[in-house]
Nanobody, 114 residues
Framework: QVQLVESGGGLVQAGGSLRVSCVASGSFNPMGWYRQAPGKQRELVAEIRSGGSTMYADSVKGRFTISRDNAKNTVYLQMNSLKPEDTAVYYC????WGMGYDSWGQGTQVTVSS
Protein backbone atom coordinates (compact mmCIF):
# COMPACT_ATOMS: atom_id res chain seq x y z
CA GLN A 1 0.00 0.00 0.00
CA VAL A 2 1.58 3.23 -1.20
CA GLN A 3 1.27 5.91 1.43
CA LEU A 4 3.62 8.75 0.51
CA VAL A 5 4.26 9.89 -3.06
CA GLU A 6 6.74 12.64 -3.88
CA SER A 7 6.95 14.77 -6.99
CA GLY A 8 8.67 17.89 -8.21
CA GLY A 9 12.36 17.13 -8.16
CA GLY A 10 14.64 18.02 -11.02
CA LEU A 11 17.71 19.88 -12.20
CA VAL A 12 18.25 23.52 -11.37
CA GLN A 13 21.15 25.95 -11.44
CA ALA A 14 22.69 27.25 -8.27
CA GLY A 15 20.64 30.13 -6.90
CA GLY A 16 17.46 28.74 -8.37
CA SER A 17 14.32 27.36 -6.77
CA LEU A 18 12.36 24.14 -6.73
CA ARG A 19 9.30 22.90 -4.91
CA VAL A 20 8.80 19.27 -4.04
CA SER A 21 5.44 17.88 -2.97
CA CYS A 22 4.31 14.81 -1.11
CA VAL A 23 0.78 13.44 -1.17
CA ALA A 24 -0.08 11.21 1.75
CA SER A 25 -2.62 8.43 1.86
CA GLY A 26 -3.73 8.66 5.43
CA SER A 27 -2.93 10.84 8.39
CA PHE A 28 0.61 11.48 9.57
CA ASN A 29 1.90 13.82 12.23
CA PRO A 30 4.53 15.07 12.01
CA MET A 31 5.58 14.99 8.38
CA GLY A 32 9.02 15.82 7.18
CA TRP A 33 11.57 15.88 4.41
CA TYR A 34 14.83 14.01 4.57
CA ARG A 35 17.62 14.00 2.04
CA GLN A 36 20.47 11.70 1.22
CA ALA A 37 23.45 12.65 -0.87
CA PRO A 38 25.79 10.05 -2.39
CA GLY A 39 28.08 8.62 0.27
CA LYS A 40 26.32 10.47 3.08
CA GLN A 41 23.80 9.55 5.72
CA ARG A 42 20.17 10.48 5.36
CA GLU A 43 19.48 13.73 7.20
CA LEU A 44 16.35 15.49 8.34
CA VAL A 45 15.89 18.71 6.40
CA ALA A 46 12.59 20.03 7.72
CA GLU A 47 9.60 18.90 9.74
CA ILE A 48 6.09 20.18 10.24
CA ARG A 49 3.33 19.26 12.65
CA SER A 50 -0.39 19.48 12.07
CA GLY A 51 -0.61 22.64 14.17
CA GLY A 52 1.90 24.31 11.89
CA SER A 53 5.04 24.29 14.00
CA THR A 54 8.17 23.70 11.99
CA MET A 55 11.82 22.88 12.41
CA TYR A 56 14.72 23.11 9.97
CA ALA A 57 18.23 21.86 9.69
CA ASP A 58 20.73 24.68 10.16
CA SER A 59 22.01 24.16 6.63
CA VAL A 60 18.68 25.13 5.07
CA LYS A 61 17.32 27.74 7.48
CA GLY A 62 16.26 30.89 5.66
CA ARG A 63 16.29 29.14 2.29
CA PHE A 64 13.78 26.29 2.58
CA THR A 65 10.17 26.45 3.72
CA ILE A 66 8.04 23.48 4.66
CA SER A 67 4.27 23.73 4.59
CA ARG A 68 1.31 21.42 4.62
CA ASP A 69 -2.25 21.40 3.40
CA ASN A 70 -4.07 19.19 5.85
CA ALA A 71 -7.22 19.09 3.73
CA LYS A 72 -5.21 17.67 0.83
CA ASN A 73 -2.90 15.54 2.98
CA THR A 74 -0.03 17.18 1.16
CA VAL A 75 3.26 18.56 2.42
CA TYR A 76 5.51 20.85 0.40
CA LEU A 77 9.13 21.87 0.56
CA GLN A 78 9.92 25.15 -1.16
CA MET A 79 13.63 25.37 -1.80
CA ASN A 80 15.16 28.73 -2.69
CA SER A 81 18.73 29.88 -3.18
CA LEU A 82 19.73 26.34 -3.94
CA LYS A 83 23.36 25.33 -3.66
CA PRO A 84 25.23 22.42 -5.24
CA GLU A 85 25.50 20.86 -1.78
CA ASP A 86 21.70 20.58 -1.70
CA THR A 87 21.97 17.92 -4.38
CA ALA A 88 20.44 14.73 -3.00
CA VAL A 89 17.51 12.40 -3.15
CA TYR A 90 14.74 13.97 -1.11
CA TYR A 91 12.40 11.70 0.81
CA CYS A 92 9.05 12.50 2.29
CA UNK A 93 8.52 10.96 5.72
CA UNK A 94 5.49 10.55 7.93
CA UNK A 95 4.83 9.48 11.48
CA UNK A 96 1.59 7.63 12.09
CA TRP A 97 1.78 7.62 15.87
CA GLY A 98 4.06 10.54 16.68
CA MET A 99 6.89 8.24 17.75
CA GLY A 100 9.46 8.53 15.02
CA TYR A 101 9.09 8.37 11.27
CA ASP A 102 7.70 5.05 10.10
CA SER A 103 6.56 5.75 6.54
CA TRP A 104 8.67 6.84 3.60
CA GLY A 105 8.16 7.90 0.04
CA GLN A 106 10.19 6.56 -2.85
CA GLY A 107 12.34 9.69 -3.11
CA THR A 108 12.78 12.38 -5.73
CA GLN A 109 16.12 13.54 -7.12
CA VAL A 110 17.13 17.17 -6.75
CA THR A 111 20.27 18.19 -8.60
CA VAL A 112 21.78 21.65 -8.32
CA SER A 113 24.42 22.53 -10.88
CA SER A 114 27.14 25.07 -10.22
Amino acid sequence: QVQLVESGGGLVQAGGSLRVSCVASGSFNPMGWYRQAPGKQRELVAEIRSGGSTMYADSVKGRFTISRDNAKNTVYLQMNSLKPEDTAVYYCAGSKWGMGYDSWGQGTQVTVSS
